[in-house]
């Protein structure tokens, strides 16, 4: 499993119109070749009037990736669009960039500027967020310790999940695979012992760019 990528968060359409053709660039995290192609077909559904539906994704799952010029000349549509997703680095990623024709040919570097722009512009209206494979521990401790584990997961920014007051504050937080056993070793020291760590599962989680964990 890749450690660490970037893609979006949600779902992110752009226009761009050129000599009157209407572009709409829809973009959209997917991680299997199943909902890829489910959101291809939502897209080509929705847009069933457009003049064509091109489409590109990356999938991090065995490196696929795939794309389509749906009657657009070849390499000016497809071949840019998932360039452009390339370019920025994208993974699980796909986009469908719907065209109206405005009745003036725009040539085959029109073409491939036309549908790049689409694309970036979509890319510049998401949220890039870094989909980090963290093990999830389960921290558990007296009130009087919580305040000396939450300075540290602060300072060392650890994303933090869900946190439980009850008898004891109990605390779901987040970290690299590489680093969580050092992580745990230094709460472990700092509070002598006195804070619990349970290494629960393994999953990925979406960091923004101030390293905090995004729900």
């Known amino acids: ?49 457009a003049t064509h539906n091109v489409y590109a994704y990356i999938l991090s799952e065995q ?24 370019g920025e680095g994208l993974l699980n990623v796909a986009v469908v960039i719907t065209r109206y024709f405005g009745g003036t040919l725009l040539g085959t570097g029109g073409l491939v500027r036309a549908y790049s722009e689409s694309v970036k512009r979509a890319i510049c209206q998401a949220a890039v967020v870094t989909r980090c494979l963290c093990d999830k521990i389960v921290l558990s401790c007296d009130y009087n310790i919580w305040g000396k584990v939450m300075n540290l997961l602060i300072s060392d920014d650890v994303p933090v999940g869900e946190v439980i007051y009850a008898d004891r ?28 760590c349970e290494k629960t599962e393994t999953v990925y989680v979406n960091v923004g760019s101030d390293g905090k964990l995004i729900k």
Do not use: H
Not at 65 to 84: F, I, W
Not at 177 to 188: P, Q
């Open 1 to 49: 499993m890749i450690k660490e990528y970037k893609t979006v968060l949600a779902e992110y359409v752009a226009e761009y119109i050129e000599k009157k053709s209407k572009f709409i660039a829809t973009l959209r995290p997917v991680y299997t070749q199943e909902e890829a192609t489910a959101f291809i077909e939502e897209m080509r559904a929705k847009y069933w009037d």
């Open 169 to 196: 504050v109990c605390a779901e937080v987040f970290e690299k695979v590489d680093n969580s056993d050092k992580l745990i070793n230094k709460i472990i020291e700092k509070t002598d012992a006195l804070c619990a």
């Open 63 to 86: 490196n696929v990736k795939r794309y389509s010029d749906d009657g657009e000349p070849s390499g000016t549509s497809g071949v840019p669009s998932l360039n452009v997703l390339e």
